[in-house]
């Protein structure tokens, strides 16, 4: 039997979202493998060269990073229920849709996330990263307590851009 198309994501990442829902939208099989940290070091690291999902393995051996990548791909080999509207000019506000979804609405997206969601968002980081420990184990709790200690790198977030945020997302506030 040939290997299907492997899918490595989490639910609690942005961009595996994005090529979650796709991938269901045009009904391709896939398996989802969860990034623990021996997956990151022995298929992420050694494929992409970086700590990153999304990432897709195809049945070919190919690797694929970048979620934009990763569906033009798949566009390419399952054309049939396109999922751009046809004309140039629709495809092109479509992809302007795309770009305004991954550079500006990740900014609140993550505001929440940091903000609203961080326990959750901690034990979901935890939780993928040591799936061998136990929840509420002590080195579930100390795993915990060295995330939450841990500032979101590489976030555009910062005290300065809250308010600005907020007020985007909620205008009249
Ligand atoms: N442009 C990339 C962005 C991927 C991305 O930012 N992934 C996040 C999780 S949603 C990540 O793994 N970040 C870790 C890092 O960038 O070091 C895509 O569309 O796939």
Known sequence: MTKGYEFYGAEVSYFSGKVRAYLRYKRIPFSEITPSREIYRTIIMARVGWPVIPVVVTPEDETWQDSSEIIDNFEARFPEG??????????????????????????????????????????????????????????FSRRRRSLRNRRPRLLPLGENSMPSTVRWTKPGR
Do not use: V
């Open 82 to 139: 396109d999922i751009y509207p046809e004309g140039a000019k629709q495809k092109l506000a479509a992809l302007l849709i795309e770009a305004y979804a991954d550079e500006w609405l990740k900014i609140p997206a993550m505001h929440y996330r940091w903000t609203k969601n961080r326990d959750w968002a901690i034990s979901e980081f935890g939780r993928l990263s040591r799936p061998d420990f136990r929840c509420g184990s002590t080195s």
